[in-house]
């Protein structure tokens, strides 16, 4: 593994490939994730951070002839997303959707240049007001369940129908399977663990500084996997994609990544500590246990191996410092493992790792 610290300056006629590719946004960014579709490498859709009701959503793609990023469809959505994902369809079978959370759940179907609107999954149908979705997470064993995190305390799973048992092509819908109060303040985030078949456990983090780990067949209680002694609260939670025991998680401002192992509760294994600012983004490989990426204010990414646990990881394998601007958002590519994605102000850097 080699981090890059400047891009090599390669002709397309060249048969080597660059280690950077750069995109160059109209439009600040918050939002980015990484297509899995076998068919289309180095697609990502990003979300644009603008501070008003008009915001954009834009799936941009990679020219391997070319070496350079082109949009290939722009849509409206409004308010920032604060979450993208595409469904994690590895194998292509399922029609080609994303879907975005901002003040509700939306599921979009990807073309170009026409992305077309699907549907919006709303659970308040009987209020004016919506309680602002924080996160979501579209679960891999299963493609028809979606659970989303809101600032009302809750995690509701979805069932989602996208129509490809029948082959219609403009069918999707979704209702609601539950609705559960997930912590005692706002949710942050919520994700799917692969955990005892993939399908049934998740955990959330939220505003009273708790992981709270569920299962959609005991919903009655709760385990609380771990407390910020300061009870400050918790933004990020991502499971390791390849041993279901680890999880990853971020304070609010804090310059530290705390490494939990579900078997050891409320007692951090390992603490990622070399950042100089506070970290926006945690991403563990694809393909390895004992790979995380974080991502900072810092303007940096950091690659650590975990493997040493519970002897103290001192410092990052990698060290990205080229980002220029803060870092809000990293991504590794299910698919391409090969590749690390950034966003900073208005630009998508990819990273070959």
Known sequence: ?????????????????????KYQAPWPLYSMNWSVRPDKR????????????????????????????????????PYPTTKIMWIPDSKGVYPDLLAT???YLRIWRAGEPYTLFECVLNNNKNSDFCAPLTSFDWNEVDPNLIGTSSIDTTCTIWGLETGQ????????????????????KEVYDIAFSRAGGGRDMFASVGADGS????????????TIIYEDPQHTPLLRLAWNKQDPNYLGTVAMDACEVVILDV?????????LNNHRACVNGIAWAPHSSCHICT????????????????????????????????VNQIQWGATQPDWIAICYNRHTEILRV
């Open 1 to 21: 593994m080699s981090m890059p610290h400047s891009s090599s300056s390669t002709t397309s006629s060249s048969t080597k490939r660059k280690e950077i590719y």
């Open 42 to 77: 180095f697609r990502l859709a990003l979300g644009s951070f603008v501070e008003e009701y008009n915001n954009k959503v834009q799936i941009i793609s990679l020219d391997e002839e070319t070496s350079e990023f082109s949009a290939k469809s722009t849509f409206d959505h």
């Open 101 to 103: 959370s901002g003040d």
């Open 165 to 184: 048992v029948l082959g219609r092509v403009n069918d999707v819908s979704g209702h609601v399977k539950t609705q559960l109060i997930a912590h005692d």
């Open 211 to 222: 992981v709270r780990m569920f299962d959609l067949r005991h919903l009655e209680h709760s």
């Open 263 to 271: 078997r050891v509760p409320c007692t951090p294994v390992a603490r």
């Open 295 to 326: 991502a900072g204010d810092d303007h940096q990414a950091l690659i650590w191996d975990i493997q040493q646990m519970p002897r103290a990881i001192e410092d990052p394998i990698l060290a990205y410092t080229a980002a220029e601007g803060e």
